[in-house]
């Protein structure tokens, strides 16, 4: 059964940083790195929105909000998930989940780790 879990939320002042770590389980071995792992954010105000996607062909992609800010890295001997978040803004205040997807059929999703950007 595979298993997404999220760590490294919590509280941070304007301008601070968070890196936030996803460790997965349960995958069969060798095919962590035919996922393509994101991160989402959601609010109780909005829906659940892309953060950034590191395809399985090595390729990152991050939404316009991130403007440079946020970078996404994966271990795929590690099975992780990582996303270093600098210069945050109250904006960011959001519950992050990890997200592996494959095939567009196969799609896991942690519980979510707590963000919150505030002074």
């Known amino acids: 059964q595979v298993q997404l879990v999220e760590s490294g939320g919590g509280l941070v002042q304007p301008g601070g940083s968070l890196r936030l770590s996803c460790v997965a389980s349960?995958?069969?071995?060798?095919?962590?790195?035919?996922?393509?792992m994101s991160w989402y954010r959601q609010t109780p105000e909005k829906d659940r929105e892309l953060v950034a996607t590191?395809?399985?062909?090595?390729?990152?992609k991050y939404a316009d909000f991130v403007k440079d800010r946020f970078t996404i890295s994966r271990d795929n001997a590690r099975w992780t998930l990582d996303l270093q978040m600098d210069n945050l803004e109250p904006e960011d205040t959001a519950t992050y989940y990890c997200?592996?997807?494959?095939?567009?059929?196969?799609?896991?999703w942690g519980r979510g780790t707590e963000v919150t950007v505030s002074a």
């Open positions: 590191y395809s399985a062909g090595g390729f990152t």
């Open positions: 997200n592996a997807e494959f095939g567009g059929y196969f799609d896991f």
């Open positions: 349960g995958f069969t071995p060798g095919t962590y790195q035919n996922y393509a």
